[in-house]
């Protein structure tokens, strides 16, 4: 799924010329391990990725499984966010006027859209 939603959001990106920068917060330690490569193989067909750390909901965390998995196996620009509250400024940071900003995840980070549209506005 997370392919299907980054391809799409790429093809109309770049068929008006911009980019499509997507905030992907993976969703599970397990899931994780198990599918860090299909995760940046998906992720591949943005622009950019800032990648959050991983939301554990109800899962410990696991010894050696973090983001950097995914970071690890990405072949398109990308850099860590270190938390949901630091989202805002590196969207602001890596979004160009007219890019197509995706957040994608099944944590929290479907909570950060109005913060993330917000420092767009501020800083436009």
């Known amino acids: 799924k997370v392919a299907a939603v980054v391809r799409t959001g790429a093809a109309l990106a770049h068929e008006t010329g911009h980019r499509v920068v997507v905030a992907f917060q993976p969703h599970l330690f397990s899931r994780t391990r ?31 499984v973090s983001s950097q998995l995914i970071a690890d196996r990405l072949t398109t620009s990308h850099r860590a966010v270190g938390s949901l509250e630091e989202l805002p400024d590196a969207v602001v940071e890596s979004a160009r006027p007219g890019d197509l900003v995706l957040l994608v995840g099944a944590g929290n980070v479907t909570t950060a859209g109005q913060a993330v549209l917000d420092a767009l506005r501020a800083a436009s």
């Open 34 to 64: 198990d599918f860090a490569a299909e995760f940046a193989a998906g992720l591949d067909a943005a622009d950019e990725v800032l990648l959050l750390p991983v939301f554990g909901a109800r899962e410990e965390p696991l010894p050696g």
